[in-house]
């Protein structure tokens, strides 16, 4: 039996009424602003373009356009979500919380809110545990090894099936942690939207360790205008010549040798 896994025909309404319920609950709309997204996206984007730039799909004008608009929006503070910054504003480093009085308060706080964001989690996962318990939901897609049948089949006793098959159990964590990626894909590795950084972080983890505060988006921005003109002079387009290659491929034109 064990090289015969067995094979399932799942009923509709577990989809319904058990895979649907389970991945609207763990996927919550995120708070994050549309200041702070477009802040995101737009290093995303900058980021983006400069890395495709030796072989880039934009025409040299259309490329020209966006570099130098991104390289004076990142000089202006345009996509800064807080606004430009003002001309006499200088800027001010996080304090220490070493030798502020008010960092404890901060800590505790932050404890707090870890704390707060537990309950709601083990209420979740006891639900699915008592009344989802054994459900079998959905067949991932792609192939894997033995190695992730206790993960993605947690609360089913079945040696037999298939490791592609996902438990109601193993579906909850699997959207607790494995949307983090997508977020990070999407919105970039330091982002409002991972709670990665909230569970495995607690206010003592980096005591000794210097204070890591917010991205400081005016500074990045003023890096990436440097980045966009580095990038400007190794910049080629992919078309190119296309002309010339196709009708030489097709042997209609000798390729012109480049100079």
Same mark, same amino acid.
């Given at each position: 039996?064990?090289? +015969? ?51 880039? !799909?934009?025409? !040299? ?21 807080? %606004? ?41 996962? %006891? ?6 318990? %054994? ?11 033995? %190695? ?57 983890? +980096? ?43 097709? +042997? ?8």
């Amino acid at each position: 039996m064990a090289n +015969n896994p067995v094979s399932l025909y799942l009923d509709p309404q577990i989809r319904d009424w058990v895979l649907f319920p389970i991945t609207l609950v763990m996927s919550p709309p995120q708070k994050l602003s549309k200041n702070a997204l477009r802040e995101q996206r737009a290093l995303a984007r900058s980021q983006i373009l400069r890395s495709t730039a030796a072989r880039s !799909p934009l025409p !040299p004008m259309y490329y020209s356009t966006i570099s130098d608009s991104l390289s004076s929006a990142f000089a202006a503070g345009t996509y800064l979500k807080d %606004g430009p910054p003002k001309p006499g504003d200088a800027p001010t480093a996080p304090p220490n919380p070493l030798t502020d009085p008010s960092a404890m308060d901060g800590m505790m706080a932050g404890m707090k809110t870890q704390m707060v964001m537990m309950v709601p989690q083990m209420v979740i996962m %006891g639900w699915i545990n008592f009344f989802f318990q %054994g459900f079998v939901l959905i067949k991932l897609p792609f192939p894997l090894t033995l %190695g992730f049948k206790s993960m993605l089949q947690r609360g089913i006793e079945t040696p037999d099936m298939d490791v592609r098959w996902v438990s109601s159990l193993s579906w909850y964590f699997l959207n607790f942690f494995g949307l983090n990626g997508l977020y990070r894909l999407l919105l970039g590795n330091d982002n409002a939207a991972d709670s990665s950084k909230d569970m495995s972080a607690t206010p003592f983890s +980096n005591f000794n360790a210097a204070p890591a505060g917010p991205q400081d988006y005016n500074k990045l921005f003023k890096a990436e205008i440097d980045n966009l003109e580095f990038a400007n002079g190794i910049y080629a387009w992919v078309g190119d010549g296309v002309e010339d290659r196709v009708l030489s491929r097709y +042997n209609r034109l000798p390729l012109k040798k480049q100079s």
